[in-house]
């Protein structure tokens, strides 16, 4: 993963783009602590010779105290550029929540109107339904009674009734316009509660856990049995 944590700390960026980030500038922690592990067991053998009044190169000293120093510099810089990039995932994260929450009351005022519009449409097709349906009883409460009785809406199984409803009934939902009304509904509804319900620290674990590298697990030692 290619380091680019600078210009992500300068530039409005998303979290997925910080957490990208973290992750690489993590990796290159554990490589910086390796050169400075390795940087300070080769200073300290030099050391050691002089100590032990051994002759050598003061280029060589000199070359191993600068390779230390600038193990420990890089060190610093992934240190704290660490830390500045959690803030920001942080206030990423809540100003993605912010955003969220307007959107939200947006969105519901158009499903509002939208949801208005359907309504209406829904009653013009009932009242041709009606108006089909009193064309067959002739009075206005037979009408009513019959619409509104269990059966109407419940053809029985196998017959030609049964099968012209389902066909219709099926036909419809498939050209139905998506998403519906209902289909906007559940998507605020479940935007809504990922608001209500923000959790600032389960944020970002989880979103870390997007990017972290699953831990290698050990392969299993099978003892060998004696036969």
Request: charged content about 40%.
């Amino acid at each position: 993963m290619k380091l680019n944590f600078l210009n992500v700390l300068k530039s409005k960026s998303t979290p997925e783009e910080i957490a990208e980030q973290i992750v690489a500038l993590e990796e290159k922690q554990k490589v910086c602590e390796q050169e400075k592990a390795e940087a300070k067991e080769k200073a300290k053998e030099i050391r050691s010779r002089v100590m032990c009044g051994e002759r050598v190169n003061s280029e060589s000293i000199k070359l191993a105290d600068l390779a230390l120093e600038e193990c420990n510099i890089n060190l610093d810089v992934v240190a704290e550029s660490l830390a500045k990039l959690k803030t920001k995932l942080e206030e990423a994260l809540t100003a993605k929540r912010d955003e969220e929450a307007k959107r939200i009351i947006e969105d519901r005022k158009q499903w509002n109107l939208d949801r208005e519009k359907a309504l209406l449409e829904l009653w013009r097709a009932k009242g041709k339904l009606f108006a089909l349906a009193f064309a067959i009883y002739g009075h206005p409460e037979t009408t009513r009674r019959n619409l509104e009785s269990y059966p109407e809406f419940s053809p029985s199984l196998g017959t030609e009734e049964h099968k012209v409803f389902h066909s219709e009934k099926d036909k419809g939902i498939t050209e139905l316009r998506h998403p519906t009304i209902a289909d906007v509904a559940e998507d605020i509804r479940v935007r809504d509660h990922w608001v209500s319900h923000f959790d600032l620290e389960h944020e970002v674990k989880a979103l870390m856990r997007k990017y972290r590298p699953e831990p290698v697990k050990p392969a299993e030692q099978t003892e060998s049995v004696a036969e």
